[in-house]
């Protein structure tokens, strides 16, 4: 290969990915007109969590916790790259085929946006196919002056492109495309502003039904424990949205209908905070937590009872003779939860939230107005951005996570942590405190043990029970002696049933088994 060949391959990549950049800042542009969610990487990254199976989901929450949406969307742009650079180099040998190529990529995410199931329609396809045209004329041009004066190259001259042309383009390409890029990103982050605004204005009112106070002797002392009350920066978040939601609390709507309901109805959020409040501490528990996992989180929820929503609508349980079992929720993003009517109106608190720990719903969980259902795990039951409750049978539908072979129903198991020491901690010998927390929403928990080694089993002091929908802090004095030790815990609920130690992966209904430290005590 002569030094031309290898400088106009390395120029031919470049401009693969040169068009590639041009097509996504376009498509952003385009998004910004249409709807940010139909942008290419957005959409492409929904369908690929939801065509993710669920063992390699969890792995992924597992993982990178929060930040998984971030490691995807990263993962999808490096895949880009590599595809552009390459599109590039097949761009110089048929120039066409190259186009055609970035052209492609403009349908998978077209296909991708307008099958995402908050699509509004064949619309939602325009953003990748506005920035695919982009990408694929520019390459074409960028590669045409590439091979401008081929035919004097291979006569033997030293550098037998358009080499101004070419960089005329490519310069004025990269400038538009960082142009259209940043006005995009900008239009699309100020179409928020709307629901960051509303959230501002929202004055909660005081509730009617106060939550009851948490007794003194609820909260423990012990450093390095879970606090009773999750601040609200500190909450787990799990959900499947790659733009969170920014939903317009005065724009905002909610229709309950569906099997049973004799009056369907329609509220607004200022008509939810014009009825009676109620406000109670429940914690909340992803299914996908491993036993000692961090997807727990305990909160002061304010927001009305949905039984009472429901009762006016005419609905009755099915052990009242209604004929819908199942309430199917679903969010303005199209995620959909299905939780047991019976359970929704047993007379728990269960409600439609707007309130979290004294403040509106922060967005990522859920602003305006999500659901909480004590005792069940958050994917049948705690629905954020919640828009639609329709009343059905568990034979006739089976909701997102139910499709993905998760359980219909899924009542939180018994669990408990050690929060403190840390797992390889060197503690000094003497008294160590070993604290944490267990929970087993709405039966309560009656008794947490310690076991060191294998030892007998030794109670821990509980911390006054608040209700039996929170978890509740334990501590225990250990007399610890040098060597390698380890920990693990067990609760018992207020049925008398004990936390099992036969270990059970997350999915289908939730992870079980005990958790264990191990440390070394100098
Ligand atoms: N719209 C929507 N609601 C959702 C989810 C989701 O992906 N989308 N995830 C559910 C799951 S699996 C859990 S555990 C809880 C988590 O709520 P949080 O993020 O406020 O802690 O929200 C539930 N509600
Ligand atoms: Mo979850």
């Given at each position: 290969m002569t030094r031309t060949n290898i400088c106009r391959n390395g120029l031919a990549a470049v401009s693969g990915l040169l068009s590639g950049c041009a097509a996504l800042a376009v498509a952003e542009l385009v998004s910004a007109a249409v709807r940010p969610e139909a942008g290419p990487v957005t959409a492409v990254g929904g369908a690929a969590i939801d065509r993710t199976p669920a063992g390699v989901k969890d792995w992924a929450i597992r993982s990178f916790g929060t930040n998984d949406k971030l490691v995807l969307q990263l993962g999808i742009l490096a895949t880009l790259a590599a595809f552009a650079l390459m599109l590039g180099l097949v761009a110089l040998r048929f120039r066409r085929v190259g186009s055609a190529g970035v052209l492609l990529f403009g349908v998978v995410g077209a296909a991708s946006a307008v099958g995402r199931p908050d699509s509004t329609g064949a619309v939602d396809g325009l953003p990748s196919f506005a920035g695919a045209i982009a990408g694929a004329a520019l390459l074409y041009a960028l590669v045409g002056r590439l091979t401008a004066r081929r035919e004097a190259a291979d006569a033997g001259a030293e550098l037998g492109w358009d080499r101004r042309g070419f960089l005329a383009t490519a310069g004025a390409a990269a400038l538009v495309s960082a142009g259209a890029g940043a006005l995009g990103r900008g239009l699309n982050t100020s179409r928020g502003k709307d629901a960051v605004a509303s959230r501002a204005a929202v004055n909660l009112p005081a509730p009617g039904s106060p939550a009851a106070a948490v007794p003194?002797?609820?909260?423990?002392?012990?450093?390095?424990i879970s606090s009773f009350t999750t601040p609200n920066k500190d909450f787990y978040r799990v959900d499947t949205a790659l733009v969170v939601p920014k939903v317009d609390a005065t724009r905002w709507r909610l229709r309950i209908h569906g099997k049973g309901v004799t009056r369907p109805v329609t509220y607004t959020f200022q008509d939810l905070l014009a009825r009676e409040l109620i406000e109670r501490d429940i914690t909340l528990t992803c299914?996908?937590?491993?036993?000692?996992?961090?997807?727990v989180g305990n909160a002061r929820w304010i927001g009305v009872r949905l039984a009472d929503l429901l009762r006016e609508a005419g609905v009755r349980p099915p052990r009242r003779g209604g004929p819908a079992d199942q309430l199917v929720a679903r969010s303005v993003d199209g995620m959909t939860l299905g939780t047991p009517v019976d359970d929704v109106m047993d007379?728990?608190?269960a409600m439609l939230a707007v309130g979290m720990n004294g403040e509106p719903l922060p967005l990522v969980h859920g602003f305006p107005v999500r659901m909480i259902v004590p005792g069940l795990y958050g994917y049948v039951?705690?629905?954020?951005?919640i828009e639609d409750i329709e009343l059905t049978t568990f034979a006739d539908y089976d909701p997102y996570w139910v499709k993905r072979k998760w359980a219909r129903k899924a009542p939180i198991k018994t669990q408990s942590r050690i929060d403190t020491p840390k797992p390889f901690a060197r503690p000094a010998a003497g008294t160590v405190m070993v604290a944490g927390v267990a929970w087993a929403q709405h039966r309560g928990i009656g008794r947490v043990e310690i076991r060191v080694d294998d030892g007998p089993w030794r109670p821990a002091d509980l911390a006054a029970q608040a209700t039996t929908d929170t978890w509740r802090q334990w501590s225990y004095p250990w007399k610890a002696t040098p060597g390698s030790h380890t920990l693990t815990v067990r609760a018992t609920d207020r049925t008398g049933e004990l936390q099992t130690d036969r270990r059970a992966r997350t999915i289908p209904d939730g992870a079980s088994g005990r958790h264990s430290v191990v440390v070394t005590v100098d």
């Open positions: 003194a002797g609820a909260r423990l002392r012990a450093p390095g299914v996908s937590n491993e036993v000692g996992g961090p997807y007379g728990r608190d039951s705690a629905c954020k951005w």
